[in-house]
């Protein structure tokens, strides 16, 4: 090999390496994000929203290194083998779950669902209510859990309650003093002994339920339902980064940092969100659900703050690659069915359906006997 070829290769190796470590590091930080508010560092926030790429890349990188057959494999795998864990929550073997089809008798049957207003793909005030309540009478819950939930003219809440006459007893908040404001809304079979509406955000009208459900003479659990401050990125926003205007735009650095901006400043609002719910969540009385839409991924610090020492009923019974936005390439989770761990996921499943920007979620939870 002459001069020229052995600097070609320095050099080449050099970047390689490079590469390497700085999708490593990016890992790393990523995982760090989780435990660290956004209101201190915004970008670790930012890095967990992409969180599944940066797996991907880092286990791309290693699969080269082990077939180039380096030493250099080992930094990759060890960052891989340090976030193993944290990529359970974004990925879950089919083969580790086994579902029971004769489940307990004492199992609550629970749906969540952000449905875009019942106007997604819709034009003018248009709805898809007929949809999503054939959708919910086939799944047939026991407690359905909707987030931006509106009435329009030709879908009204008289209209809305005669169609989920299945579920008599209901609760519906709006956060917004606005004609056709998006609420949140829980619909039951079970009587919802009282409830409460938590407002975290006065401007935008982000928030959530808290309900008191009585299963059974005795026997009362608690459910929060959620709608935290969203990413405030457009339509266009996701548009202009997911096709040809981003490689044509002429003003690209304006526009990044403008997305960039929105992500950093509403990630630190969403951390604010789940600080306050969960000094709430805290005060619980009784076995409790949380579920809704974080609006924030599994590796983010609004989940983990959320989540405490609840459990996922994913981790607990789902299968799969977790999914429940079904834009930006459908790579992100920002819905989730939690418990506390005096209960048991027996079913998970993320319903393939395109009635909202969200796909729905259920889970089926054992209510384990209390003494």
Known sequence: MGLQGGIISIIGKFFAIAITVIAALALAATLLGASVSPESIPQLSLLTLCAPIIYIINIIIM??????????????????????????????????????????????????????GFTHKCRGLKSNLDSIVSLFNRENPDIICIQEFRTLPNATQENID?????????????????????????????????????????????????????????????????????????????????EEQFSDSTNREDRLWSIFNKLSQNSKIRASHADSLRTIIDKRQYRTIICGDFNDTPLS???????????????????????????????MCIDYILHSNDMISRKFNILDVEFSDHYPITAQIELMKTN
């Open 301 to 331: 610090y609004t989940y983990n703050k959320i989540r405490g020492d609840f459990d996922d009923s994913f981790i607990q019974s789902g299968k799969g690659f977790r999914s429940t936005f079904n834009q930006l390439f459908g790579m």
């Open 63 to 116: 699969l080269l290194w082990i077939i180039a057959w380096k030493k250099y494999v080992f930094i990759p795998a060890a960052i891989l083998i340090l976030g193993m864990s944290q990529g359970g929550l974004l990925l879950q073997p089919d083969f580790k779950k086994e579902y029971n089809n004769n489940l307990p008798a004492q199992t609550l049957n629970i749906i969540s669902y952000n449905i875009g």
């Open 162 to 242: 005669s169609m989920m006459g299945m579920w008599p007893y209901k609760r519906v908040f709006s956060f917004a003093q606005r004609i056709y404001a998006p609420s949140i809304a829980v619909y039951s079979k079970k009587k919802i002994l009282n409830a409460e509406y938590i407002q975290l955000n006065h401007k935008r009208g982000y928030g959530a339920v808290m309900c008191d459900i009585l299963i059974e003479k005795g026997d009362t659990i608690r459910l929060f339902t959620t709608h935290l401050q969203s990413t405030q990125i457009s339509n266009n926003d996701i548009t202009y980064l997911t």
